[in-house]
């Protein structure tokens, strides 16, 4: 059965400091990968995905991602944080290209920024 | 606009007393899906469906219906809440089931069962 975990329910960086949200997930078979973000008193939006075509995925806001197989991880970062950037991440795999496979999401990670 | 809604947006109430949380959607995508957001649990699917008049359970199902008879529309029913059904509810879109296909959210509906 897919998994993801996502390592830190809370990360705190500075404005203008480097962003790092980690996710593993655990497949028996090449999955596809998601970054969703949730504003305050929002629902999700899509951030990225990843769906075989590259490795490196850049996503919306200057927020990209690296599958990396070996490690079976799908950090995703963004060079300079910003204040609007505090929000839930939330890390999510789905398995298999058919109607069969489900979307699984890791329990979230909240992003405080500070000045 | 393309978008997913959801009403209401809050909702406090009392054991038992049957409730309806409405979904819409305008992309005439074919799934849809309810989940429930609690903290440190991330999302938990309740139900899903495929398309109209084809639904079928999440990983949470107790003590929720659902029902699809138009592919837009995708309402949630609590026959008699309870306290542990307080939550953070959301609707989701896609064309298809799984594989590559982008969710699309809802608003989110919170719910107060006193």
């Known amino acids: 059965a897919q998994s993801v975990t996502q390592l830190g329910s809370h990360v705190s960086v500075s404005e203008g400091a480097l962003v790092l949200l980690r996710c593993n997930y655990s497949?028996?078979?090449?999955?596809?990968l998601f970054w969703y973000v949730q504003y305050p008193n929002q629902g999700l939006q899509l951030l990225l995905k990843y769906t075989s075509a590259a490795t490196l995925v850049k996503g919306i806001n200057g927020f990209e991602a690296e599958f990396k197989k070996s490690e079976t991880s799908f950090h995703l970062t963004k060079p300079s944080a910003h204040m609007s950037d505090a929000a839930e991440y939330f890390c999510a795999v789905s398995v298999g290209p058919g109607t069969a496979s489900k979307l699984t999401f890791g329990t979230g990670t909240r992003l405080q920024v500070t000045l | 606009e393309a978008q997913v809604t959801q009403n209401p947006r809050y909702l406090i109430t009392v054991t038992g007393k049957k409730l309806t949380v409405t979904c819409s959607q305008n992309?005439?995508?074919?799934?849809m899906s309810w989940y429930r957001q609690d903290p440190g649990l991330g999302l938990r699917q309740i139900y899903y469906s495929m398309n109209v008049e084809v639904t079928d359970k999440g990983d949470v199902p107790e003590g929720y219906k659902v029902s699809r008879k138009e592919k837009r529309n995708f309402p949630l029913i609590l026959e008699s809440p309870s306290p542990n059904q307080t939550s953070l509810y959301f609707c989701?879109?896609?064309?298809?089931?799984?594989?590559?296909?982008?969710?699309?959210f809802g608003p989110g509906t919170r719910l107060t069962v006193l």
């Open positions: 497949s028996s078979v090449p999955p596809y």
């Open positions: 989701a879109s896609s064309l298809m089931r799984g594989g590559r296909h982008e969710q699309f």
């Open positions: 992309m005439n995508h074919e799934y």
